[in-house]
Structure formats: structure tokens, C-alpha cells
């Protein structure tokens, strides 16, 4: 069976690869603007701290809209876009936009509900100090909710792993397509759990990681 493993190991090695990028630059997206639309959300909400309508309507209807799709749907449907805005439609680079779109969707949530579980005596405390929003966000909110807001980054970047399997459609690539294509379509068992194997010790990392950065931050706000 390690033999078998091994003789496919440059294959699985490229697909272990594939998934990195996918996962990796969606999370980064996640981060930069989930994060931004997440505070959005949450300042111009009508009992926010900037009440929007208009803002928080177009914000909300993005988030919901991208996280109802049944993502191979999303994936299918978002080709005439991604090959209008990169060029192509096909490979790795190409399959990074439905995911990152996705990533920013789900991790926008998860931010506007840390930020809507920080109590409001900070807010309150915030403002007797003289604090402008930008300082309130900086110095008080942003801190009190940041163990949240790393573990539903955890969450999110987890779930976009388990997104990035079915990437295959639009030759993506990843562990996913790896499985269908060497494990299923050729009833390869032992590359099938093999690629499961891998999954488990990615979400495990992750999970692990993200467990122990919050952890730490909790450590530092007791502190």
C-alpha cells in the first residue's frame, strides 16, 4: 500500500499544492475584506453606531445571496464573470474568485457577530474616554471581540477547504479533484482514504492553530 502511496506521491504532492493556493488566497481575501464588510455590516446596522440603510441593505444582500448558493452552482454560474475579470475560466488561478467571494461572504458574518457580542458598556466606556469611532473600533471593540473573530476565521478557512474540493469543476485542481479522479473514477481505494487521511490532518492543523492564536489572546486580554 506505502508503495502504491508513493508512486502517486508527485501527484498528490501538486494536488496538496493546488489546495494551498485555493485555500490560502481565498482566506487571504477573507480577511482583508470580510473583515471590512463584517464592521460594516455592524456599524450600519439601524441600531448600529453609523446607521445605513442603504449600506447595510447592499451589504446584507451580498452576504445572504453568496452563502444561499449551493456552491457547485455558484461555481457553474460564476464562469462568464471570472473569464470576463482574469481572462479564463479554467485552472487554479481562475478557480480562486468563486472561492474568495465566498470566503469574504462567510467571514463577514462571522465578524459582524463578534462585533455584536462585545457588550455595550464598552462601547459606553469608549465614548466617556472622547473616543472617535476609528479609536473605538482601534482600541476597544476590535480588541474585546478578536478571539472571536480569529476562531470564525478558523471556521471559515475550514470551511473553504472542504469548498475547495469540488474546484475540480473548473480544473482547479486540489486534493478534491485528486480523489475523484485517481480514488473514484479509477476505484482506487487506497488513494481515495488516502486523500480523506490528508483532509482530517488539514482540518486538524487548522483547527489546532486557530485554537491556540485565540487561546493566546485571551491569555494577553486577561492580562
Same mark, same amino acid.
Given at each position: 500500500?506505502?508503495?502504491?502511496?508513493?508512486?502517486?506521491?508527485?501527484?498528490?504532492?501538486?494536488?496538496?499544492?493546488?489546495?494551498?493556493?485555493?485555500?490560502?488566497?481565498?482566506?487571504?481575501?477573507?480577511?482583508?475584506? #470580510?473583515?471590512?464588510?463584517?464592521?460594516?455590516?455592524?456599524?450600519?446596522? =439601524?441600531? #448600529?453606531?453609523? =446607521?445605513?440603510?442603504?449600506?447595510?441593505?447592499?451589504?446584507?444582500?451580498?452576504?445572504?445571496?453568496?452563502?444561499?448558493?449551493? @456552491?457547485?452552482?455558484?461555481?457553474?454560474?460564476?464562469?462568464?464573470?471570472?473569464? @470576463?475579470?482574469?481572462?479564463?475560466?479554467?485552472?487554479?488561478?481562475?478557480?480562486?474568485? =468563486?472561492?474568495?467571494?465566498?470566503?469574504?461572504?462567510?467571514?463577514?458574518?462571522?465578524?459582524?457577530?463578534?462585533?455584536?457580542?462585545?457588550?455595550?458598556?464598552?462601547?459606553?466606556?469608549?465614548?466617556?474616554?472622547?473616543?472617535?469611532? $476609528?479609536?473605538?473600533?482601534?482600541?476597544?471593540?476590535? =480588541?474585546?471581540?478578536?478571539?472571536?473573530?480569529?476562531?470564525?476565521?478558523?471556521?471559515?478557512?475550514?470551511?473553504? *477547504?472542504?469548498?475547495?474540493? +469540488?474546484?475540480?469543476?473548473?480544473?482547479?485542481?486540489?486534493?478534491?479533484?485528486?480523489?475523484?479522479?485517481? #480514488?473514484?473514477? $479509477?476505484?482506487?481505494?487506497? *488513494?481515495?482514504?488516502?486523500? +480523506?487521511?490528508?483532509?482530517?490532518?488539514?482540518?486538524?492543523?487548522?483547527?489546532?492553530?486557530?485554537?491556540?492564536?485565540? *487561546?493566546?489572546?485571551?491569555?494577553?486580554?486577561?492580562?
Amino acid at each position: 500500500m506505502i508503495e502504491h502511496i508513493l508512486e502517486h506521491q508527485d501527484a498528490i504532492l501538486k494536488a496538496l499544492l493546488e489546495t494551498l493556493i485555493l485555500v490560502g488566497t481565498a482566506s487571504l481575501f477573507a480577511i482583508l475584506f #470580510g473583515m471590512m464588510l463584517g464592521t460594516l455590516l455592524y456599524l450600519s446596522r =439601524p441600531s #448600529g453606531m453609523r =446607521p445605513n440603510r442603504l449600506a447595510y441593505s447592499l451589504a446584507n444582500i451580498y452576504v445572504n445571496t453568496i452563502r444561499s448558493f449551493p @456552491f457547485l452552482i455558484f461555481i457553474v454560474a460564476m464562469i462568464p464573470v471570472t473569464r @470576463f475579470i482574469l481572462g479564463k475560466s479554467l485552472g487554479t488561478v481562475a478557480a480562486t474568485l =468563486p472561492l474568495s467571494l465566498i470566503g469574504i461572504a462567510i467571514y463577514a458574518r462571522f465578524v459582524e457577530q463578534s462585533l455584536l457580542d462585545v457588550p455595550y458598556t464598552i462601547i459606553e466606556v469608549s465614548k466617556s474616554l472622547g473616543a472617535n469611532l $476609528k479609536q473605538s473600533l482601534h482600541y476597544f471593540i476590535f =480588541p474585546t471581540a478578536r478571539q472571536s473573530m480569529i476562531l470564525g476565521l478558523t471556521s471559515s478557512i475550514i470551511s473553504l *477547504l472542504s469548498y475547495s474540493t +469540488v474546484m475540480g469543476v473548473v480544473g482547479g485542481g486540489g486534493i478534491g479533484d485528486f480523489a475523484f479522479r485517481y #480514488g473514484y473514477q $479509477k476505484f482506487d481505494n487506497t *488513494l481515495m482514504y488516502t486523500t +480523506v487521511v490528508i483532509m482530517i490532518l488539514l482540518v486538524q492543523s487548522i483547527q489546532f492553530i486557530g485554537n491556540s492564536i485565540a *487561546l493566546k489572546y485571551k491569555g494577553d486580554r486577561n492580562d
